[in-house]
Structure formats: structure tokens, C-alpha cells
């Protein structure tokens, strides 16, 4: 458990809200446990983004879901049963699940926080194997609490960034707009990221020749909608680093 003073602090200083930090520390916890148990795992999404490359910009956000792909061979029957298997071996927490969506087991692992209140991280564990560019095994940390940090299979900044694409193409929320804005400032290989969205692309049969037009359409209607973007994401993000939406959205 995090220190409740230590909680309060950050809080003020950061402007993210007190169950957020006490989370983020959780979710340090549960990563560290996930890497004994599960040497099949890589680390995606919005928490791979933020707790290893938006942390080398000091730019990260808050986020609350820990997404992993499950790499193996395995039929899957047998990766369902290793994983339900292992699970229930992190401790501290109280696991229920799977719920078993479109080929993704959900994991709640429950804990009362330092204030009293009962909370959780999820855990959603992709089983069909996509393929990818590189993996890498570098170090996952809180941004904010810097306690439990961990070696990590994380795909690559273009396997990322091309995963983020597709997900701002098919929801266009404010995190994917946030993540992949500052991924475009870091030092990535262009190259790379052309091939790894062709994979992304081809693996969710998606138009190729119409993908960025169709997703610059649906950033036009994001800006219209600037506001909402805007109100559902600020919490996630450090008080510091919260954009002017249109404009952050139109650059």
C-alpha cells in the first residue's frame, strides 16, 4: 500500500485524483506479479505507452487498464485453462473473472484502497496472436509513484503507434488522441510504422486505401465534438499537460 500522505501530495501537485494515484500504484503491483506468472505476455496499449515511452518525454497520463497479448502456440482451450490457472496467483487482490469478449479474457482484481474505498485493476488478456514487428524487454514504471518497477515484454514504439492508430480509427477517444500526438513527437522509425499499421490493417481487414481519409474525417468530428473530448480524458491526464482540445486535435 502507497503512503495516504504521500497519496495527498501527488494529488495536489499533479491534479489527478486521489483513486487514480492509489491505482496506478496497484497496477505497479500487479505488473510485477504478471511478470513471474506469465512469461507469454507483452505489454500493449495505453499503460505500455505511457509507463515506457511518454515517460521519456514527461508526458505521461493516467492509465487504468493493464492489456496484455498472450503469445503461444497453444490451442485455445489450453490458453484459457494456463491462464485462469496462473491468475489466481497474484496476491493482495481479490480476482474475479474471466469474462470471456471476442476472443479477450477480463480479469478484475478488487482491493480496498489507503482511503477506505474498494476499487480495481483490469486485466484484459488478448489470446489470438497478431503479428508484430519487435518486442522488447525494457523496464514498465509508474510515472507518478515510483515504486515496483519492472522488466517487461513491450512491443516496439511502431507496433504501439500502429495499434493506437487503429484504435483512434474505430472509437476516437481523447486518450488515443493524447497518446498518439506526443508518440508522434518521439524518435520513431517511419519506415516501421507504415509496416506495422499495414499488419494491424490487414489483421482487422481494414481499407487500406481509404484508412486515412476515413480517419481524418472522424478527427473533424472529434473537433466538433472538442468539448465532450475534452471532459472525458482531462482526468487522465496531469493538470499540467491538459490540452486546448480543437487545438490539440487540428495539430
Given at each position: 500500500?502507497?503512503?495516504?500522505?504521500?497519496?495527498?501530495?501527488?494529488?495536489?501537485?499533479?491534479?489527478?485524483?486521489?483513486?487514480?494515484?492509489?491505482?496506478?500504484?496497484?497496477?505497479?503491483?500487479?505488473?510485477?506479479?504478471?511478470?513471474?506468472?506469465?512469461?507469454?505476455?507483452?505489454?500493449?496499449?495505453?499503460?505500455?505507452?505511457?509507463?515506457?515511452?511518454?515517460?521519456?518525454?514527461?508526458?505521461?497520463?493516467?492509465?487504468?487498464?493493464?492489456?496484455?497479448?498472450?503469445?503461444?502456440?497453444?490451442?485455445?482451450?489450453e490458453?484459457?485453462?494456463?491462464?485462469?490457472?496462473?491468475?489466481?496467483?497474484?496476491?493482495?487482490?481479490?480476482?474475479?473473472?474471466?469474462?470471456?469478449?471476442?476472443?479477450?479474457?477480463?480479469?478484475?482484481?478488487?482491493?480496498?484502497?489507503?482511503?477506505?474505498?474498494?476499487?480495481?485493476?483490469?486485466?484484459?488478456?488478448?489470446?489470438?496472436?497478431?503479428?508484430?514487428?519487435?518486442?522488447e524487454?525494457?523496464?514498465?514504471?509508474?510515472?507518478?509513484?515510483?515504486?515496483?518497477?519492472?522488466?517487461?515484454?513491450?512491443y516496439?514504439?511502431?507496433?504501439?503507434?500502429?495499434?493506437?492508430?487503429i484504435?483512434?480509427y474505430?472509437?476516437?477517444?481523447?486518450?488515443?488522441?493524447?497518446?498518439?500526438?506526443?508518440?508522434?513527437?518521439?524518435?520513431?522509425?517511419?519506415?516501421?510504422?507504415?509496416?506495422?499499421?499495414?499488419?494491424?490493417?490487414?489483421?482487422?481487414?481494414?481499407?487500406?486505401?481509404?484508412?486515412?481519409?476515413?480517419?481524418?474525417?472522424?478527427?473533424?468530428?472529434?473537433?466538433?465534438?472538442?468539448?465532450?473530448v475534452?471532459?472525458?480524458?482531462?482526468?487522465?491526464?496531469?493538470?499540467?499537460l491538459?490540452?486546448?482540445?480543437?487545438?490539440?486535435?487540428?495539430?
Amino acid at each position: 500500500m502507497a503512503d495516504p500522505e504521500i497519496l495527498r501530495y501527488l494529488a495536489s501537485k499533479t491534479g489527478l485524483g486521489l483513486k487514480y494515484l492509489s491505482k496506478d500504484e496497484k497496477i505497479s503491483v500487479v505488473l510485477e506479479q504478471i511478470r513471474d506468472l506469465f512469461p507469454e505476455v507483452t505489454l500493449k496499449g495505453g499503460t505500455a505507452i505511457n509507463r515506457v515511452y511518454l515517460a521519456r518525454l514527461g508526458v505521461s497520463r493516467f492509465s487504468e487498464d493493464i492489456d496484455l497479448d498472450f503469445i503461444s502456440n497453444k490451442s485455445l482451450n489450453e490458453k484459457i485453462s494456463t491462464i485462469e490457472e496462473r491468475l489466481v496467483g497474484i496476491k493482495g487482490f481479490d480476482i474475479e473473472g474471466p469474462r470471456i469478449l471476442h476472443r479477450t479474457l477480463r480479469f478484475d482484481c478488487y482491493y480496498m484502497n489507503e482511503f477506505d474505498e474498494k476499487d480495481r485493476v483490469r486485466i484484459e488478456i488478448y489470446l489470438t496472436m497478431t503479428k508484430f514487428l519487435k518486442i522488447e524487454d525494457t523496464i514498465v514504471k509508474s510515472p507518478f509513484i515510483e515504486t515496483h518497477p519492472v522488466i517487461f515484454k513491450v512491443y516496439s514504439l511502431e507496433d504501439l503507434m500502429a495499434r493506437k492508430l487503429i484504435a483512434l480509427y474505430n472509437r476516437m477517444e481523447g486518450k488515443d488522441i493524447y497518446d498518439l500526438f506526443y508518440c508522434l513527437d518521439m524518435d520513431f522509425d517511419k519506415e516501421n510504422l507504415f509496416k506495422a499499421l499495414k499488419i494491424m490493417q490487414n489483421f482487422y481487414r481494414i481499407n487500406q486505401a481509404s484508412f486515412v481519409n476515413d480517419l481524418l474525417s472522424r478527427l473533424k468530428n472529434a473537433r466538433k465534438n472538442s468539448y465532450y473530448v475534452g471532459n472525458s480524458t482531462n482526468h487522465f491526464i496531469p493538470r499540467d499537460l491538459r490540452p486546448g482540445w480543437k487545438v490539440f486535435i487540428d495539430t
